[in-house]
C-alpha cells in the first residue's frame, strides 16, 4: 500500500465518528417481516426501507417511492428510485417490492403483518421501477400499508426455511446503515452505508449496547458512556445533577404508545364481563400515573391515542369504586371464602412496568382479589408466554402508528398464530364495525365508526387500558442538528454531526 494512501486511510479511522446507545432487549430477527418485538424494530429499521414513510410533521415522505399516483379508488401505482442498491451492490427494483408482498403470504412465513395487506388484490410489476397495486375495495389506509420494510429477492428466493434463515441475523438492506451480523445477548454494530440513496450519514458507528439492568443503563448515562438515553420520570426529577444537565440536551414528548393488563379470554375467569369490570373498578389508574411518572404521564382511556381522529374525548376511565368491585365479583362467584386469584406476568427489564404490576397487586387486594407476580426477560417472555398464550394476565404496552388501525389487535382474525390479537378478544360488532372502517376513505364518516370502535372496546375491558407515558429523552450536547419532531428526536439523524 502506498504510504499516502495509507495515510489517508488511517486518518479517516482516527476521525470516525460513532454515536453510543443502549437496549434492554436482545433482537430476536432482523427480518423485518417476521420480526414482533420492539428490540428487532429499532435495529431493523436502520438497514431497511419503505416505499414511503413519515417526515418530522407527521406527513408522507417518499423513500424507496419517487412518486405515486391513485389512478383511482382502488388503484395505486408507485414510480420508483431508480439510483438504489442493495447494500451489497444488487440494484433494488420493482421486484423486489412484489417478492416482499408474496412473502409475507407465504405459507413458509408465521408475521401478524399479513392483516396489513387484507386488501390487496394484486400487485402487478409494470416495468423495473413502476409498480401498480390494485385493492379489492376502497381502502382508508391504502398509501400506509407500503410503509412496510422491503427485503431483497435475490437473497430470499431460493430461501427453503425463511423463519430459520441466515437472512434474519445477517441481513441486506437499503436503508441508511448496515450490519455483519449480530449475536443475541450482544452489543449491536452498525454501520453506515456507503451506498445510501439519499447522502451517507454523517455519523459512521452507530452501537447499541445490550444493557438488561437499567440501574447499568442509567449510570453508564450519567458517565457519558451513551450519548443518547430515555430518562424514567424519578430519574429525571430525583436523581440529575448539574453535570448531567450540563452535559445533555433534554427532549419530551407524549410516547404513541400505551400499557394495558391484558387477560387470556381463553381462561375462564376472564371470559365473565362481571369480573373483567370488577378488576377494573379496583385499580386506581391516578395513583398509578402519580406514583409512577411524578407528572410526566397521563391515565390512557382507550385503545387510540389522544389527538388521532379515533379517540373519543367523551369516554373517561372509571374512578375506582371498591364496593361495586366487590359486589360484582360476589355476583361472580367470588368472595373472602373463594377469592378470584390470578398471575400477572410482565418483562423483569422494565421497572415501570415492574412497578405497576406491584401497585396494581397492592390495589387489588383491597377488592379481595390475589395477585401473583411473575417477572421474565423480555425474549423468554415473549417467546414462551406471550405468543404461545401461557399466560392468565400479562402486562404489556403497544407503540402506535400515527395512523390507527384496529385490525391486527382488535379484529377476531388477529387471534390466530402470530397475530396480535393474542388475548384472544371476540367481538362481532366490533368486527364488522373494523371491516366497515377498513373500506371508507371519507375521514369524518371513518373517525364516526372508530370512536364507536373505541366506545364498545373500552366497554368490553378485553384490557385494563393503564398509563401513557411521556418519552424523556437526552442527547449528548456534543451532537449537533438534533430537533424535536412528532415521531421524535431521531427523525433527522442522517444530519446529526458529531465531533
Request: aromatic fraction near 12%; proline fraction near 5%.
Amino acid at each position: 500500500m502506498k504510504p499516502i494512501l495509507f495515510f489517508l486511510l488511517f486518518t479517516q479511522m482516527l476521525i470516525s465518528s460513532t454515536v453510543h446507545l443502549s437496549m434492554n432487549s436482545s433482537p430476536s430477527k432482523l427480518n423485518p417481516l417476521i420480526s414482533t418485538d420492539s428490540a428487532s424494530s429499532v435495529i431493523g429499521n436502520w438497514i431497511f426501507s419503505s416505499l414511503i414513510t413519515y417526515d418530522k410533521d407527521g406527513q408522507i415522505k417518499m423513500e424507496l417511492a419517487k412518486s405515486y399516483q391513485f389512478i383511482n379508488d382502488t388503484t395505486l401505482r408507485f414510480t420508483l428510485r431508480e439510483d438504489i442498491s442493495w447494500s451489497d451492490g444488487v440494484p433494488f427494483t420493482a421486484e423486489d417490492v412484489k417478492f416482499t408482498y408474496d412473502l409475507i403470504h407465504s405459507p413458509k412465513v408465521y408475521t401478524p403483518y399479513t392483516s396489513t395487506f387484507r386488501y390487496v388484490k394484486e400487485v402487478k410489476v409494470l416495468d423495473k421501477f413502476t409498480l401498480e397495486i390494485t385493492y379489492k375495495e376502497p381502502y382508508f389506509k391504502a398509501l400506509e400499508t407500503w410503509m412496510t420494510n422491503i427485503v431483497p429477492k435475490h437473497k430470499l428466493l431460493n430461501e427453503e426455511e425463511i423463519m430459520t434463515s441466515k437472512f434474519n441475523q445477517k441481513p441486506i438492506g437499503t436503508g441508511k446503515y448496515t450490519i455483519n451480523g449480530f449475536e443475541v445477548s450482544k452489543d449491536v454494530k452498525l454501520v453506515a452505508n456507503q451506498t445510501y440513496f439519499e447522502r451517507v450519514p454523517s455519523i459512521d458507528n452507530i452501537i447499541y449496547h445490550f444493557i438488561p439492568d437499567p440501574a447499568t443503563e442509567f449510570l453508564m448515562l450519567k458517565s457519558q458512556k451513551l450519548d443518547i438515553g430515555t430518562l424514567t420520570p424519578l430519574q429525571y426529577e430525583r436523581q440529575l445533577d448539574e453535570t448531567f444537565k450540563r452535559n445533555f440536551n433534554f427532549f419530551e414528548k407524549i410516547s404513541n404508545g400505551y400499557s394495558y393488563l391484558g387477560f387470556n379470554f381463553k381462561n375462564k375467569k376472564f371470559q365473565d364481563p362481571r369480573v373483567r369490570e370488577a378488576l377494573s373498578l379496583g385499580i386506581d389508574r391516578n395513583e398509578l400515573v402519580d406514583i409512577l411518572f411524578f407528572g410526566h404521564g397521563q391515565v390512557c382511556h382507550g385503545p387510540f391515542m389522544p389527538g388521532t381522529f379515533a379517540y373519543d374525548e367523551s369516554v373517561k376511565s372509571p374512578n375506582p369504586n371498591l364496593q361495586k368491585a366487590k359486589a360484582l365479583l360476589k355476583e361472580a362467584g367470588y368472595d373472602e371464602k373463594n377469592p378470584l386469584s390470578f398471575e400477572i406476568i410482565t418483562n423483569s427489564n422494565n421497572p415501570i412496568r415492574v412497578n405497576a404490576a406491584q401497585i396494581i397487586q397492592y390495589q387489588l387486594a383491597k377488592v379481595g382479589v390475589k395477585v401473583k407476580l411473575r417477572t421474565m426477560e423480555w425474549q423468554a417472555f415473549l417467546n414462551t408466554v406471550v405468543m404461545p398464550r401461557k399466560f392468565e394476565a400479562v402486562l404489556l404496552a403497544w407503540s402506535l402508528s400515527l395512523m390507527p388501525d384496529a385490525y391486527s389487535i382488535w379484529h377476531s382474525s388477529g387471534s390466530k398464530k402470530g397475530g396480535f390479537n393474542f388475548i384472544g378478544y371476540k367481538n362481532e360488532k366490533v368486527d364488522a364495525l373494523i371491516t366497515q372502517a377498513s373500506r371508507t376513505v371519507d375521514k369524518e364518516k371513518l373517525a364516526v365508526l372508530y370512536q364507536e370502535i373505541y366506545r364498545l372496546i373500552v366497554k368490553d375491558n378485553p384490557y385494563l387500558f393503564l398509563y401513557i407515558s411521556n418519552t424523556i429523552t437526552v442527547v449528548n450536547k456534543d451532537i449537533k442538528n438534533v430537533s424535536q419532531s412528532i415521531i421524535g428526536v431521531m427523525h433527522n439523524f442522517i444530519d446529526w454531526v458529531k465531533p
